[in-house]
């Protein structure tokens, strides 16, 4: 069972259930200019060889004495009679393919050319020299200045980029205009802390001698850390709507190009226009991007892209002057990694974090993203925003939508609760399988399994209460789930929670030991993640008497992103040993627990597996009736 934010234990094998945010790909083939200028080059010479070939006539080259021959037979049609050559026309046509005769030789000085053409009936003139400049206009510059035009036109539709592909040091920044919608703290919520912090650099924008006449300075960075989604970018826009300054946004992965020096002219270029458009505001998105940490050797000796684009960020920070209005905001979900030259007084010298909001900020958040919304009167946003512990803005934002679509799937007129409950439901454990139909034994197996965690919750002292029950099978592989609702926000946990928790998960488990005599793949996920808390308790919670209060084994996690890197041992094979000993007899004193509750409620179980096998999908209040009626 994967226990996903509202606690929920599905009955699965490896899957776990993911948030996915579709990102469409911007980059299109004909908007990298390289490229088009490559094969557009290509092009142009392949049409220029053609058409000059297509444009000069093929003339055929001949002696003086045979032009003698033709002249004399009256088969010269006409001439031109330079310095150099003598090109002309006969009356002949070519026997094989039936098309006039050009010929072209060169003449012999005499002056008798000119009365025997006279006496033969040719019509002919005379050139001083070759018109090369002609030559050069028509078979040249007219096609390359066709070509050119062309460029332009496709230039100017494919905007900035294209037109000034050559101008590799120029940033892609974006300013926000005026035209766009204004965002103001009214649209952010959850973030109440950040938002007071906030505050003063509106008032410095504003007013930026407010604080000069106090004597003091206002950071000249501001470093928005937070995991994703927590509303990083939309807390900077609202700095900028509140203070009505442009706002200069700019990816980190916008400064880097593929030749050394191109993201340093652009952080150059962009403190620029910063300062020329000041009071204003500089956001930089995915700050890690650029600020990753210095260290090690370049593999060609020196400084990469990186590094030099790092370096020139570090200079321009430290060199401009923070009463001349520019505000360099940044947003970051790995701190961590971060340059320690970035941190220090002087640059990014004021941290914010933007935390994932607890309940009330859920609620507030809802409350936003709901507006435009047409909803039933009995949707409850206490109950959603109980459901969704540890979500983020992002996935807050993702539900309200989903219930929308689902809404509209439906034929609602109005969004009621259900459709928010069947969104969350869909985020958390993934959609409804419809077609994947368990067969009338594996439904039985589920009903029991899914009982099993249902009762333990129920019977446990410090376990929250059940919220919904499904064996209705969702995502890539779980075959039902077992909702907790928590009561209120919890930020820590004590070990008799711990326990409780290992117990729930191991109820499956013992409830097929008990029912079948026989145990199914189902309880995997179930297992792994019993087994990392008993870990987890031992290792890093000092919670083992026997090992004592102490943390073994140093683990290499970010902090934001969640994803660890890593375990660093640093403890002998024997403590490995009694580590392995104490893991172990925690999962086997919750297993034996577990079998203990459901032996001594065996009633119960049979009546919550039996109303599941025969619905499907029962709610909190029908476990607790059923709980109560088995009881008396």
Not at 277 to 294: Q, V
Not at 312 to 335: H, I, W
Not at 391 to 399: E, M, R
């Amino acid at each position: 069972m994967k226990k996903v934010n509202a606690q929920a234990s599905k009955s699965s094998g490896n899957n776990k259930p993911q948030l996915e945010i579709n990102k469409p790909s911007q980059q299109k083939y004909w908007h990298n200019p390289w490229k088009m200028f490559f094969w557009y080059a290509i092009l142009t010479i392949i049409f220029l060889y053609f058409f000059q070939n297509s444009v000069k006539i093929q003339r055929r080259e001949i002696s003086y004495s045979q032009f003698q021959h033709y002249l004399e037979n009256n088969q010269v049609d006409t001439c031109v009679v330079t310095a150099k050559s003598i090109e002309g026309k006969l009356k002949i046509k070519d026997k094989k393919t039936g098309k006039p005769i050009y010929f072209v030789t060169v003449p012999l000085l005499n002056n008798d050319l000119a009365k025997n053409l006279d006496t033969h009936g040719v019509k002919y003139s005379v050139k001083l020299t070759n018109d090369w400049l002609s030559e050069f206009f028509y078979a040249w510059l007219l096609p390359i200045g066709f070509f050119a035009l062309i460029w332009i036109f496709l230039s100017k539709r494919m905007g900035k980029m294209g037109s000034n592909f050559l101008n590799l040091g120029q940033n892609k920044v974006r300013i926000h205009a005026d035209t766009l919608p204004k965002v103001t703290f009214k649209d952010v919520a959850g973030v109440n802390e950040a938002k007071l912090e906030l505050e003063e650099i509106i008032k410095f924008l504003k007013n930026p001698d407010y604080f000069h006449n106090l004597g003091g300075r206002m950071p000249k960075g501001v470093l928005l850390v937070g995991p994703p989604g927590t509303g990083k970018t939309l807390l900077a826009r609202a700095v900028a709507g509140e203070s009505d300054v442009p706002f200069f946004s700019m990816s980190g992965s916008d400064f880097i190009e593929m030749f050394v020096g191109v993201g340093a002219a652009r952080v150059r270029d962009l403190f620029d226009q910063a300062r020329q458009k000041a009071p204003c505001i500089i956001f930089i998105d995915e700050l890690d991007a650029i600020g990753r940490a210095r260290g090690g050797v370049s593999p060609i000796g020196g400084h990469d892209e990186r590094e030099q684009t790092l370096n020139q960020l570090l200079v321009e920070m430290d060199g401009f002057d923070s009463a001349s209005g520019v505000v360099v905001m940044a947003a970051t979900n790995r701190p961590e990694i971060l340059d320690k030259a970035l941190l220090r007084a002087g640059r990014f010298d004021r941290q914010i974090i933007v935390d994932k909001p607890d309940l009330k900020d859920r609620i507030e958040i809802l409350k936003i993203h709901i507006r435009n919304l047409k909803l039933d009167k009995k949707v409850d946003l206490q109950v959603i925003a109980q459901r969704t512990p540890g979500f983020v803005g992002a996935d807050l934002a993702n539900i309200a939508n989903e219930a929308a679509i689902l809404a509209a799937r439906f034929g609602h007129k109005k969004i009621t609760m259900s459709d928010f409950e069947a969104a969350i439901d869909r985020i958390i454990a993934g959609p409804e399988k419809k077609n994947r139909t368990l067969n009338k034994e594996e439904k039985h197996r589920v009903a029991y399994h899914e009982s099993g965690h249902t009762l333990v919750a129920v019977m446990v002292p410090t376990g929250e209460p059940v919220h919904k029950v499904s064996i209705i099978p969702r995502g890539m592989g779980a075959l039902g789930y077992t909702l907790q609702l928590p009561v209120q926000e919890k930020f820590l946990s004590t070990k008799n929670e711990l326990l409780d928790q290992i117990a729930i998960l191991l109820g499956g488990r013992v409830a097929e030991e008990i029912i079948f005599g026989d145990i199914s793949s189902g309880a995997s996920n179930d297992l792994e993640r019993a087994s990392d808390i008993a870990r987890m308790m031992v290792c890093r919670l000092g919670m083992s008497e026997k090992l004592g209060p102490l943390t073994y084994g140093k683990e290499n996690r970010s902090e934001y992103l969640g994803i660890s890197y890593g375990t660093e041992k640093n403890y002998s094979e024997e403590t490995a040993q009694l580590i392995d000993t104490e893991v172990t007899e925690i999962i086997e004193t919750n297993h034996k627990r577990a079998r203990d509750i459901l032996n001594q409620n065996r009633a119960v179980l049979d009546a919550l597996a039996r109303r599941l096998e025969e619905e499907e999908v029962i709610s909190g209040d029908e476990v607790r009736e059923i709980v109560n009626q088995s009881k008396k």
